[in-house]
Structures are given as C-alpha cells and as structure tokens.
T-cell receptor, first 116, second 113 residues
Framework: AQKVTQAQTEISVVEKEDVTLDCVYE???????LFWYKQPPSGELVFLIR??????QNEISGRYSWNFQKSTSSFNFTITASQVVDSAVYFC?????????????FGKGTRLSVIA | ETGVTQSPTHLIKTRGQQVTLRCSSQ?????VSWYQQALGQGPQFIFQ???????GRGNFPPRFSGLQFPNYSSELNVNALELDDSALYLC????????????FGPGTRLTVL
C-alpha cells in the first residue's frame, strides 16, 4: 500500500525566513511519481512539481526547491525568503508510474502561515 | 487557472437526499478523477473515468457513482447522503500517460445537515 506522511501539521514563520516542509512516503512500487500541491484558502489545489522515481536531482524554481532522497524515502520542499502569499496548506502526494490513470495518494498536509 | 471548472461552488443538502456535482475538464484532457477532502484532511480518491468508462475506484460505497460524457465532462452522484459526506469535492483532469499530471478544479463544498 502507498502512504504519504507529512509530520508537520502547522508551521508559522516570519516573512523572509526560509522554511522546509517534510514529506516521507512508502510504496512497494519501483517506479512512481511524487508531487507537491498548494491549497490556498480558495480551496483549489495548485500543482507545483512532479518528480519521477528515477530522477533524484534536486530542483529549484525561483524561491522553491525540492530535495528528493530515495534512500530515506523523502521529498522535502523548501521555500526561501518566504512571503505572505505563500500562506497555504501544502500537500505532498504519490502515484504509480502511469500518473494519468492511477490515483494520487495525499498526505494530510502542512498548513504554512507566513507572518508579515 | 487550470481550465478545470466545477459546479456548483457550494451546496447544502439534508441527510437522505441525493446530489449531483459537475466537472468540466481541461481542454484536450480525457481523464477525470474525483476526490473527497474532509476538513483538515488530504484529498481521498473516489474514482476515475477514462473515455467514459470507470478506470479505478477508491474505498467508497456504491452510493457514490459517476459518469463521463463524450466531451469528457463528468458528474459525481451521491445517493442517500450522510452527515459524513460533508466535504470539499475536487475534480481533476489529466491526459492518460506516464508523464501526465492531474490538474484540479476549484471544488464543490457540500454540507449535509
């Protein structure tokens, strides 16, 4: 069975601080995808990144960066120089290789509050 | 914006009633997935439709059913509503294939009284 654990329920930081959101996953599949989604108060899940299990290179996109470590089954997300607009619930998710028709398994989410 | 739309935005029903939620997928996407998100929880997979056929189902009872139409839009039907059905219902569309991502709509918030 697949499982995603986001141990941090809520995080509060002051604007401009860096913050890392943790994600640990379990799967028996040798091939899989990992995702991060952002859910602002409006409710819509906004896609941030997809990573396949073959690619352990870290990725940076502006103030966002992701650290995938297969050895520890972790896929952590760092926001550098946080801003108030980053306040949201962030979900880590896992799916089988054919991500178009296999379900996403989500963690419970981490609520990030960035205080001005 | 993803191009995935859902209606209605909010809905209030009473226990025992039936409800239909609608989703229009992003242009060109032929797969629609439905998720239920209870308050404070991550989304849970209900089922997926691909080319008008059910293509996978999560741990939800048969009173949760769906349809996908030739234009790839979709409906989620819930019969005999229970209080625990109160949740945000999210629809996601994707192209079927190993590199595809699910893009979500804004959701329908259902309250069952």
């Amino acid at each position: 069975a697949q499982k995603v654990t986001q141990a941090q329920t809520e995080i509060s930081v002051v604007e401009k601080e860096d913050v890392t959101l943790d994600c640990v996953y379990e799967t028996r599949d040798t091939t899989y995808y990992l995702f991060w989604y952002k859910q602002p108060p409006s409710g819509e899940l906004v896609f941030l990144i997809r990573r396949n299990s073959f690619d352990e290179q870290n990725e940076i996109s502006g103030r966002y960066s992701w650290n995938f470590q297969k050895s520890t089954s972790s896929f952590n997300f760092t926001i550098t120089a946080s801003q108030v607009v980053d306040s949201a619930v962030y979900f880590c998710a896992l799916s089988g290789f054919n991500s178009g028709n296999t379900p996403l398994v989500f963690g419970k989410g981490t609520r990030l509050s960035v205080i001005a | 914006e993803t191009g995935v739309t859902q209606s209605p935005t909010h809905l209030i029903k009473t226990r025992g009633q039936q409800v239909t939620l609608r989703c229009s997928s992003q242009s060109g996407h032929n797969t629609v997935s439905w998720y239920q998100q209870a308050l404070g929880q991550g989304p849970q997979f209900i089922f997926q439709y691909y080319r008008e056929e059910e293509n996978g189902r999560g741990n939800f009872p048969p009173r949760f059913s769906g349809l996908q139409f030739p234009n790839y839009s979709s409906e989620l039907n819930v019969n005999a509503l229970e209080l625990d059905d109160s949740a945000l219902y999210l629809c996601a569309s994707s192209l079927v294939g190993p590199t595809d991502t699910q893009y979500f709509g804004p959701g329908t918030r259902l309250t069952v009284l």
